[in-house]
T-cell receptor, first 114, second 110 residues
Framework: DVKVTQSSRYLVKRTGEKVFLECVQD?????MFWYRQDPGLGLRLIYF???????EKGDIPEGYSVSREKKERFSLILESASTNQTSMYLC?????????????FGEGSRLTVL | QKEVEQNSGPLSVPEGAIASLNCTYS??????FFWYRQYSGKSPELIMS????GDKEDGRFTAQLNKASQYVSLLIRDSQPSDSATYLC??????????FGTGTKLQVIP
């Protein structure tokens, strides 16, 4: 059974803290994505990666960075957390080629920044 | 203009009826189109993908694509209360970026 695992389901952090969200997939997928989901705004793409050490900015990359040192792992980093980064963060992976848009999602990480 | 637009709903249909969900997109270069279902408190899951004009059927679900009109739809036949969820339309171009609409909430009334 395919699986995308996010390290933390719930996190509470203070403003200014550095936050790491980890994501691991076991499907040998080339593509990995980080989205945030907010009521009324839907899923918004933060960053995606199509290969190890490769990354591309999505629609809202400001305040975030990513790391992909191994094919199966894609990390999202909030260098200095702010209250407007309180959100549900969803990691996803997909195969390359035509199936790029066939995303498998993790269970999500709900981040609260106080 | 949003890249992928959906009516937020809620769309209410009686059990056993056909639910029709619609989506428009702005990028004419889009090549791949997807429908995801998201239950409350859960992550989205892929239910349909469509890559060429016309209809694609899978069980009670039919996806319809009209690239000339930049329009994608999802029909759910014999709607069940278990179909109550938010349905997300997603679009991908010739590269890896995948853009989602804000979703349509469907309520199937027993």
């Amino acid at each position: 059974d395919v699986k995308v695992t996010q390290s933390s389901r719930y996190l509470v952090k203070r403003t200014g803290e550095k936050v790491f969200l980890e994501c691991v997939q076991d499907m040998d997928h080339e593509n990995m994505f980080w989205y945030r989901q907010d009521p009324g705004l839907g899923l918004r793409l933060i960053y995606f990666s199509y290969d190890v050490k490769m990354k591309e900015k999505g629609d809202i990359p400001e305040g975030y960075s990513v790391s992909r040192e191994k094919k199966e792992r894609f990390s999202l980093i909030l260098e200095s957390a702010s209250t407007n980064q309180t959100s549900m963060y969803l990691c996803a992976s997909s195969p390359s080629g035509r199936g790029t848009g066939e995303l498998f999602f993790g269970e999500g990480s709900r981040l609260t920044v106080l | 203009q949003k890249e992928v637009e959906q009516n937020s709903g809620p769309l209410s249909v009686p059990e056993g009826a056909i639910a029709s969900l619609n989506c428009t997109y702005s990028d004419r270069g889009s090549q791949s189109f997807f429908w995801y279902r998201q239950y409350s408190g859960k992550s989205p899951e892929l239910i349909m993908s469509i890559y060429s004009n016309g209809d694609k059927e899978d069980g009670r679900f039919t996806a319809q694509l009209n690239k000339a009109s930049q329009y994608v739809s999802l029909l759910i036949r014999d709607s069940q209360p278990s179909d109550s969820a938010t349905y997300l339309c997603a679009v991908s171009g010739g590269y890896q970026k995948v853009t989602f609409g804000t979703g349509t909430k469907l309520q199937v009334i027993p």
